[in-house]
Structure formats: structure tokens, C-alpha cells
């Protein structure tokens, strides 16, 4: 079974510079997390997507960060323009969201690095 | 905030000993989860706990909940060198707009 596949690895950029950020979910997994990890911290969620529905994006910071999943399966995330502060890793993970409880399944990530 | 608070921050051990990390919580959840990940890799789902259970077992894993104290312990048996990586709990708390949250982590060095 193929696991959650995200890219790039690595993106470096200079600040004010856009940026993006691509998952490919496990297959039949109908939930989408985007999550951010600061150096020493837990992830954080960013936004969470039932099929191709934006359920929770209550710490999104919307004036630069937007996100979208077309056909409820890839998803993209994007940062512009992009902050010193936005240097992280963006984890991608997915499940199959049934009545609670769902182990969530993460990608490598992307580490993100603003100049 | 309603993340897990892991303890402790970092934890040392030689191969063959047991690894005890703790997590304490502030709210009521409907489960507690362990995750683990390797330097520069994402994470790993390692198991799950319902507020319902007290114990369970999983390999050399075994995880404990005590609801009334909010609080989660995971016990690494016989360890090894290769357990050497982040720990975090995550708990989905109860309540509208639950979502699992994450602790800061532990990190297990395991010295070979």
C-alpha cells in the first residue's frame, strides 16, 4: 500500500517569495490534514478536509495561507507571500474518517526554509 | 490550550531497558493516541486508547490511560537502538470542533 506522498522534500525561498506545497493522500482515505511543525514541537493543525470540504481551518492564517482539494484527493497548500516566521516542516497526513478515533497516516513532509 | 503535556522532555537509556513516557492532559477525551517519528521522517501512528480502556498491549508496547487523573503512560520494553526517535501523544478531546491535538514530544535516545 502506497503511503502519503508529499513534495517537495526540501524548498527553500526568500521572504515575499510564493510557495506551494503538494499531497497525494492515501488512496480511499476521504480525510485530509495539513499540519505544521516548528523545530522541538508537535505538529499543529493547519486545515482539515472531509472529501473535498474545508471542516476546520479555524488556525489557518488566512491573509497568506490557502489550501484546496479538487475531487476530494490531492490537496495543495500554498503560502503567499511567505514569512521569515513560515520556516517549518508542513506534514500532510490522511485517514478514512469513520465515527471518531482514526489513527491519521503522515507524509515525510516538507521542510520549508524562508531567507 | 488542550495539547498533551509529555514527560519528560528527553529521556536517555541503554539498549535492553525499559523507556517509561508520560503524557497529562487538561480536558476530557475520547481517546489518547502514541505516535513516533524518526529524525526527518513524518509519523507514525503507534497505537490507540479509547477513554473506555485502561491498558493495552501492542508488541513490546504497552500503554496505559487513567481517566481521573488525565494522564497516559507508554512503556517501551527491552529496548533498542532503533527505538531511538520523537515520541508524542495526541489526544481528540471531547466536545464540538474536536480535533486531535499533539503534545510537544519526548525524545528517546537509545544508546546502543
Known amino acids: 500500500e502506497a503511503g502519503v506522498v508529499q513534495s517537495p522534500r526540501y524548498k527553500i525561498i526568500e521572504k515575499k517569495q510564493p510557495v506551494a506545497f503538494w499531497c497525494n493522500p492515501i488512496?480511499?482515505?476521504?480525510?485530509l490534514y495539513w499540519y505544521r511543525q516548528n523545530l522541538g514541537q508537535g505538529p499543529e493543525l493547519l486545515i482539515r478536509y472531509e472529501n473535498e470540504e474545508a471542516v476546520d481551518d479555524s488556525q489557518l492564517p488566512k491573509d497568506r495561507f490557502s489550501a484546496e482539494r479538487l475531487k476530494g484527493v490531492d490537496s495543495t497548500l500554498k503560502i503567499q507571500p511567505a514569512e521569515l516566521g513560515d520556516s517549518a516542516v508542513y506534514l500532510c497526513?490522511?485517514?478514512?474518517?469513520?465515527?471518531?478515533?482514526?489513527?491519521?497516516?503522515f507524509g515525510s513532509g516538507t521542510q520549508l526554509s524562508v531567507l | 490550550s488542550q495539547q498533551g503535556e509529555e514527560d519528560p522532555q528527553a529521556l536517555s537509556i541503554q539498549e535492553g531497558e525499559n523507556a517509561t513516557m508520560n503524557c497529562s492532559y487538561k480536558?476530557?477525551?475520547?481517546?489518547l493516541q502514541w505516535y513516533r517519528q524518526n529524525s526527518g521522517r513524518g509519523l507514525v501512528h503507534l497505537i490507540l486508547i479509547r477513554s473506555n480502556e485502561r491498558e493495552k498491549h501492542s508488541g513490546r508496547l504497552r500503554v496505559t490511560l487513567d481517566t481521573s487523573k488525565k494522564s497516559s503512560s507508554l512503556l517501551i520494553t527491552a529496548s533498542r537502538a532503533a527505538d531511538t526517535a520523537s515520541y508524542f501523544c495526541?489526544?481528540?478531546?471531547?466536545?464540538?470542533?474536536?480535533?486531535?491535538?499533539f503534545g510537544k514530544g519526548i525524545t528517546l535516545s537509545v544508546r546502543p
Open positions: 480536558t476530557s477525551i475520547n481517546n
Open positions: 497526513a490522511s485517514s478514512f474518517s469513520g465515527t471518531g478515533g482514526e489513527k491519521l497516516f
Open positions: 495526541a489526544t481528540d478531546w471531547t466536545g464540538a470542533n474536536s480535533k486531535l491535538t
Open positions: 488512496s480511499g482515505h476521504n480525510t
